[in-house]
């Protein structure tokens, strides 16, 4: 009898430059987007909780993070300017799969989701560059795997 082994698993931090998105597409999303006031640091959205739009952040400072089903934290990482943070779970219509917190003073604007497929039903050529940011965070996250 042979005894199996599995693959040895490495595992790797998440890039989170997939979650930029190309200028000209978050210069649209912009002008369907309204501010968010981030005075003081601020959940803009929690792990499981339904997605209602998508955030974009231009600055300052804000994190990514997953948890275990028992609390544990998986990986947190910094979110880059010109992310598109919930994006997955918009378009997925599933909950928000990470937790986004962003810094006091950090620039974020958010685009609901009426507005958001507005846009992507009259912009053909903004549903491609809304499936390239997609599919980068899928690389992104195979990578991460081993």
């Not at 912009?123 to 991460?144: C, D, F, G, H, Y």
């Amino acid at each position: 009898m042979v005894a199996s082994t599995s693959p040895e698993r490495i595992h790797v931090q998440p890039d989170s430059s997939a979650f930029v998105a190309d200028p000209d597409l978050l210069s649209v999303l912009e002008t369907r987007s309204t501010p968010i006031a981030c005075d003081t640091e601020k959940t803009l959205f929690s792990q499981d909780q339904p997605a209602v739009g998508v955030y974009i952040f231009f600055g300052g400072e804000a994190r990514l993070t997953m948890c275990s089903h028992d609390g544990r934290t998986i990986f947190s990482i910094p979110a880059q300017p010109g992310s598109l943070l919930g994006l997955p779970a918009l378009i997925s219509d599933q909950p928000y799969s990470l937790t986004a917190i962003a810094g006091a003073g950090a620039q974020v604007r958010f685009v609901d989701r009426g507005d958001f497929f507005s846009l992507m039903q009259s912009n053909p050529l903004l549903s491609l560059k809304i499936l390239k940011v997609l599919a980068a965070e899928v690389r992104t996250a195979r990578k991460a795997l081993y």
